[in-house]
T-cell receptor, first 115, second 112 residues
Framework: SAVISQKPSRDICQRGTSLTIQCQVDSQVTMMFWYRQQPGQSLTLIAT?????????ESGFVIDKFPISRPNLTFSTLTVSNMSPEDSSIYLCSASDRGGIYEQYFGPGTRLTVT | KQEVTQIPAALSVPEGENLVLNCSFTDSAIYNLQWFRQDPGKGLTSLLLIQSSQREQTSGRLNASLDKSSGRSTLYIAASQPGDSATYLCAVYQTGANNLFFGTGTRLTVIP
């Protein structure tokens, strides 16, 4: 199984600022994803991070608000831009690569609070 | 669009009881189904993965079954312990969609 780490684990940010979350996988993986979990809710996919090309965003999420980078097969970043209190959530990175089995592994998450 | 539902939303049981968590999904064109555990404020831990061609998977005190044609899965936890207290999420990997669709979760409390 892949081991995924995220930094920071939590942060408190002011409205209007931006935060970049890092995700590191201990092995090369084909697919990496970013999810958001709002308080009391289940997970919602933000985007698929594609290595060497632009991320694929789900409906309701845009690149200007959530720019994503994936420079190689083990690392990705998600930036939450121009934050508002509604962005307060847990942000989770996940990875998948098992020769077609597609089991997904998740990082510990980043708890973001916007004041 | 795939919809995943989990019943019950919350469950409280005394220690030692066996219990069943339910998951249903609307579109049976899935590649696999995963059960996860999430502790408060934490990330997800993968418990079991069932491929679409499989009927069940077991790991220790956990047993997950899959009936793809009826759109249902169950997670059976034997001899529950207080350490099992967490939220349990099921998710299906939709064929052609390239991502997981998550259920709403069941919050389990095991009372010592």
């Amino acid at each position: 199984s892949a081991v995924i780490s995220q930094k920071p684990s939590r942060d408190i940010c002011q409205r209007g600022t931006s935060l970049t979350i890092q995700c590191q996988v201990d092995s090369q993986v084909t697919m990496m994803f970013w999810y958001r979990q709002q308080p009391g809710q289940s997970l919602t996919l933000i985007a698929t991070a594609n290595q060497g090309s632009e991320a694929t965003y789900e409906s309701g999420f845009v690149i200007d608000k959530f720019p994503i980078s994936r420079p190689n097969l083990t690392f990705s970043t998600l930036t939450v831009s121009n934050m508002s209190p509604e962005d307060s959530s847990i942000y989770l990175c996940s990875a998948s690569d098992r020769g077609g089995i597609y089991e997904q592994y998740f990082g510990p998450g980043t708890r973001l609070t916007v004041t | 669009k795939q919809e995943v539902t989990q019943i019950p939303a919350a469950l409280s049981v005394p220690e030692g009881e066996n219990l069943v968590l339910n998951c249903s999904f609307t579109d049976s064109a899935i590649y696999n189904l995963q059960w996860f555990r999430q502790d408060p404020g934490k990330g997800l831990t993968s418990l079991l993965l069932i491929q679409s061609s499989q009927r069940e998977q077991t790991s220790g005190r956990l047993n997950a079954s899959l009936d793809k044609s009826s759109g249902r899965s169950t997670l059976y936890i034997a001899a529950s312990q207080p350490g099992d207290s967490a939220t349990y999420l099921c998710a299906v990997y939709q064929t052609g969609a390239n991502n997981l669709f998550f259920g709403t979760g069941t919050r389990l409390t095991v009372i010592p």
